[in-house]
Every structure is written in structure tokens, then in C-alpha cells.
């Protein structure tokens, strides 16, 4: 599965928008392109996925480049709950589940 | 949604002794199920893939006398610290594969804490 790239930290203020960058130069064309978040002391949590067409739902949004290589998770409105550590994942569709965390990016949401 | 359940959320033991962290899926079948080991401030890293009925696939590095896994149903995978020592100490967080279409649920979360 492909590498992704991501910032360490990034700082918000609350109620703005965030957006969370991730590059993947070298994803294939059938890889997903797939979000989780990690809260303080809990398991991840999946945020959103694409493979070309950016994507809604009811927690952010995704958008993704149009020759795939980056992508950014958007967060409309950072509330303080939104805290947390987001991971960028590349997933196959031949991938069975088994997923390879980075660095992340530790997103800091100032009141 | 999806719930996968893990016991106990931390534990605390003596050096030597061993301790058994349990991994189920609430509401569906899991067939195969994935352990993970994270220390402070860093990243989850795989240890090892367990698929129900037959022997885990243990990533690099991670000793399989050590982290005994066990996938004897479709909705449970145990995984067992053998001998725990303080270098053992870390957050351990399963996930598992949907049988019905492959997606992804984590658990809590265990953390474990060896004196």
C-alpha cells in the first residue's frame, strides 16, 4: 500500500474550518484513500474514505486531487472535540484490513 | 453501527505474570482481526493478523511465544502477554473486518501496565 505524507501538527481555532493535507504520490489507481481519528486514550476512529470524487458526510469532507496524488480531510466547523490525532491511509481493494498507520497529524483546537 | 469490544479496558500486573486482552465483535462476524501496539506519543504499529481457525500472521519483529493469539470464533480474538515485563506497558487496540463487506471497526482500546 501506498505511503502517505502528512504534517505533524496543525492548529485551528474553534468554529473555523480545518483542513488537513495528505500527499501520496505514489497510489495506484485502485487504492482508497481512507481517514481515521484517534481521541486521547481511544482506538481509531474512521472519519471518511474516496478513491476519486471528493466525498460528504455528516463529519467531514474529502478532496481529493484530481491526478490523486494528495488529498485534504476537511473539518467545517473544528469543535474542541475534534482534538485528536488524524491518520491518512492508503488502503488496496485487495487489502484484507491490514492498515499501516504514519505519524499522523496531531490537530490542536484552540477555544 | 458496528461495535467491537475489548476487555479489559487496562490492566494492571506484577513482572512475570501474564495477561489475556480480549477482542469482540458486538454485532457481526469478523473474519480476520488485526492487534496493534501503541506507545506514548507515537503511532499504532501492527503486531500481528489473526484470522479465525487458523494461526496468526505476526508482522517483524514481534515474538509469537511472547503475544499468543487466539481466533477460535468469528466474533472473539484473545491475545495473551506472555511473561509481561515493564517494556511490555502500552496501549493495545484490535480491529476487525466485517465478513459481510470488509470494512474496518476498532476497538476501545486496552492499556496495559506491567509493574
Known amino acids: 500500500d501506498a505511503k502517505t505524507t502528512q504534517p505533524n501538527s496543525m492548529e485551528s481555532n474553534e468554529e473555523e474550518p480545518v483542513h488537513l493535507p495528505c500527499n501520496h504520490s505514489t497510489i495506484s489507481g485502485t487504492d482508497y484513500i481512507h481517514w481515521y481519528r484517534q481521541l486521547p486514550s481511544q482506538g481509531p476512529e474512521y472519519v471518511i474514505h474516496?478513491?476519486?470524487s471528493n466525498v460528504n458526510n455528516r463529519m467531514a469532507s474529502l478532496a481529493i486531487a484530481e491526478d490523486r496524488k494528495s488529498s485534504t480531510l476537511i473539518l467545517h466547523r473544528a469543535t474542541l472535540r475534534d482534538a485528536a490525532v488524524y491518520y491518512c491511509?492508503?488502503?488496496?481493494?485487495?487489502?484484507?484490513?491490514?492498515?499501516?498507520f504514519g505519524q499522523g497529524t496531531t490537530l490542536q483546537v484552540k477555544p | 453501527g458496528a461495535v467491537v469490544s475489548q476487555h479489559p479496558s487496562w490492566v494492571i500486573c506484577k513482572s512475570g505474570t501474564s495477561v489475556k486482552i480480549e477482542c469482540r465483535s458486538l454485532?457481526?462476524?469478523?473474519?480476520?482481526m488485526f492487534w496493534y501496539r501503541q506507545f506514548p506519543k507515537q503511532s499504532l504499529m501492527l503486531m500481528a493478523t489473526?484470522?479465525?481457525?487458523?494461526?496468526?500472521?505476526?508482522e517483524q519483529g514481534v515474538e509469537k511465544d511472547k503475544f499468543l493469539i487466539n481466533h477460535a470464533s468469528l466474533t472473539l480474538s484473545t491475545l495473551t502477554v506472555t511473561s509481561a515485563h515493564p517494556e511490555d506497558s502500552s496501549f493495545y487496540i484490535c480491529?476487525?473486518?466485517?465478513?459481510?463487506?470488509?470494512?474496518?471497526?476498532f476497538g476501545e482500546g486496552s492499556r496495559l501496565t506491567v509493574l
Open positions: 454485532d457481526f462476524q469478523a473474519t480476520t
Open positions: 491511509i492508503i488502503r488496496g481493494t485487495g487489502n484484507t484490513g491490514k492498515l499501516i
Open positions: 489473526s484470522n479465525e481457525g487458523s494461526k496468526a500472521t505476526y
Open positions: 474516496g478513491l476519486t
Open positions: 480491529s476487525a473486518r466485517r465478513r459481510l463487506d470488509g470494512e474496518l471497526f
